[in-house]
């Protein structure tokens, strides 16, 4: 992939993580992607899986922002997240699993609803709150399950958003 795809790549993933749509991401989109992930599987905040939602979409924020918000003004916009975070996360994966690790532990464990792990149908139900086109979300959450044990366990998924994001999957 040349470097002006992956650009492209890149910029369209920004949306994803732009969940209000205002152009810019900031906390207020990883807080609103914790609350529906929570209010989708009827877990309240004060629980202590919604606590690790909520602390691990905090600590995704923090990581991209920490990459990304060359200004400082607590936003990275567009141009940021191309130039910024999508070169470093490429350049240091590790870094991407890092930052992203926690929210997506704590996302797998509101979705485990009987304790064996997140099932696909779990999945497909986190990934149309989170954005997803409904057409598409069955179809991506089954092939999150790379192993076909009809769960999706922390690494299957660290290493598809990873891959989606733009990011080789480290190691993990």
């Known amino acids: ?94 870094r991407f699993a890092e930052i992203a690790r926690p929210f997506l532990r704590a996302v797998i464990a509101v979705a485990d609803e009987d304790g064996g792990g997140a099932t696909p149908a779990a999945a497909t139900r986190v990934l149309r709150v989170l954005g997803t086109p409904a057409e598409l979300a069955g179809q991506v959450a089954t092939a999150l399950d790379g192993d076909g044990d009809g769960r999706i366990s922390e690494n299957e998924i660290l290493s598809a958003f990873s891959a989606y994001c733009g990011v080789e999957a480290p190691d993990a």
């Open 1 to 94: 992939m040349d470097s002006a795809e992956y650009e492209r790549k890149i910029a369209a993933r920004f949306a994803t993580f732009d969940q209000d749509g205002n152009g810019y991401i900031d906390r207020e989109d990883f807080s609103a992607a914790a609350k529906a992930v929570l209010a989708e599987f009827g877990t309240t905040a004060r629980s202590d899986r919604g606590q690790a939602v909520f602390a691990g979409a905090e600590a995704f924020w923090q990581g991209m922002a920490g990459i990304a918000d060359v200004d400082g003004d607590q936003r990275v916009t567009r141009e940021e997240y191309i130039t910024g975070a999508a070169k470093r996360l490429r350049d240091n994966p590790e």
